[in-house]
Every structure is written in structure tokens, then in C-alpha cells.
């Protein structure tokens, strides 16, 4: 058998630790930095109900490519 990665599993604990809290920051900061626009979608907030599956895939790949035109106007980049 082959491992893979060293990494441990945290055991939940009933009182938090000062160093798990650290770890927990310093990994969301890194996801932050990672995907600086995430937060950037062009989305309208609400319920949207789909008659099929296809229906749903298309919505959110225009969900998703109007975020990438945003955010290439947002950032001034030639057309």
C-alpha cells in the first residue's frame, strides 16, 4: 500500500484551540489570494428551478461566463 501526503486528521474537540483557529485563517486567507475575485459572481440571488439538467449546466456556464467578461473589464484588459 502506498501513502500519499503526511497530513492528520483533526479530531473535533468540544474546546477550540488557539492553533487549529491560526491554521483555519491562514488556509482561508490562502483561498482568498488564490481566487482574489470569488466573491465576484454575476448571479441574481433567488431560487431557480430547472426542467432539466441541461437547463441547469447552461444557466450556470452563462453565470460563469459573464463573470469572466466582468472581471476582464473590471481589470481594464484589451478586448
Not at 24 to 45: D, I, P, S
Not at 53 to 63: G, P, Y
Amino acid at each position: 500500500m502506498r501513502q500519499v501526503g503526511t497530513r492528520q486528521e483533526v479530531i473535533l474537540q468540544a474546546h477550540a484551540s488557539g492553533a487549529l483557529l491560526r491554521e483555519a485563517c491562514a488556509f482561508n486567507e490562502t483561498l482568498q489570494a488564490a481566487f482574489l475575485y470569488g466573491k465576484m459572481l454575476v448571479v441574481q440571488k433567488g431560487v431557480y428551478h430547472f426542467k432539466t439538467h441541461q437547463e441547469a449546466n447552461d444557466h450556470q456556464a452563462q453565470i460563469l461566463t459573464d463573470t469572466m467578461v466582468a472581471i476582464h473589464n473590471m481589470k481594464g484588459l484589451p478586448t
